[in-house]
């Protein structure tokens, strides 16, 4: 039986290079292709016939639009709906992948740091260059809390800006480390049964105790999936306000 660490092995399915770079198609990328196809299918068929009396596809997405928009309205404020495609898209984008990386026999590309990296440097550098372009270099002052006395902002200054280059890093971390950890516990106790019914008749009565387990740290795995969605979006909304409200 793999272990609980093949299922995060990266599989080529089309090998390609291009100039001395591997560019292959793997598996991966494959499930984020799935991902962003089953959301242009989700909302296409839910907006296809729009009526003032919505069916459920179109209350279902819905829900969501508004779900989103109230959350970058709350967070970043009415001026920070600019920001509402992005928040929407990078929401939609990493619940599927959570929720798509939990059928059996899937790819969960958020379990690898590489790619919730990628995602969490580009709200840095969306939260970076849309500070800059909206406050020019007084952006910068968000280093420098107002009130603080002389002598201490040279311990303040250098802390914030620890904790603004950080911010990628954290949002890369808690979202890959959350994923990984549930999908290797589904792994170490979905192996207990199989490894209990070689045992004979009391490994057979022994083994219902790790499926129910399995059931309950499944059910556990689909709310993190969508939590950790939520937080990402939520965390990216908190990051961007500074872009368009200085906190002076």
């Not at 179109?58 to 109230?70: C, K, P, R, T």
């Not at 603004?164 to 994923?179: D, S």
């Not at 070689?198 to 387990?213: H, K, R």
Request: include cysteine; aromatic fraction near 14%.
């Amino acid at each position: 039986m793999a272990g609980p660490l093949h299922q995060f092995q990266i599989q080529k399915i089309v090998p390609l290079e291009i100039a001395g770079a591997d560019v292959s198609f793997t598996n991966s990328a494959l499930w984020m292709v799935l991902g962003l196809a089953t959301a242009f299918i989700f909302f296409g068929l839910s907006t296809r016939k729009a009526g003032v009396v919505p069916g459920r596809l179109q209350m279902a997405s819905e829900v969501l639009y508004e779900f989103i928009g109230n959350m970058v309205r709350d967070n970043i404020g009415k001026k920070g709906y600019v920001y509402f495609p992005f928040i929407f898209s990078v929401f939609i984008f990493i619940l599927l992948a959570n929720l798509l990386g939990l059928i059996p026999g899937s790819f969960t590309p958020t379990s690898h740091i590489i790619v919730t990296a990628a995602l969490g440097l580009t709200v840095f550098a969306g939260v970076t260059v849309f500070g800059l372009w909206n406050h020019g270099l007084h952006f910068f002052s968000i280093f420098c809390p107002p009130g603080v006395p002389l002598p201490l902002k040279f311990l303040i200054i250098p802390i914030e800006i620890f904790t603004f280059l950080f911010k990628p890093l954290t949002l890369a971390i808690r979202l890959f480390a959350n994923m990984m950890a549930g999908h290797v516990m589904l792994k170490i106790f979905a192996s207990f049964g199989p490894m209990l019914i070689t045992l004979g008749f009391l490994g057979y009565a022994m083994s219902i105790l790790p499926v129910v387990t399995n059931v309950a740290v499944y059910a556990l795995e689909l709310l993190v999936a969508i939590l950790q969605a939520y937080i990402f979006a939520i965390l990216s909304c908190i990051y961007l306000k500074d872009t368009v409200e200085l906190h002076h």
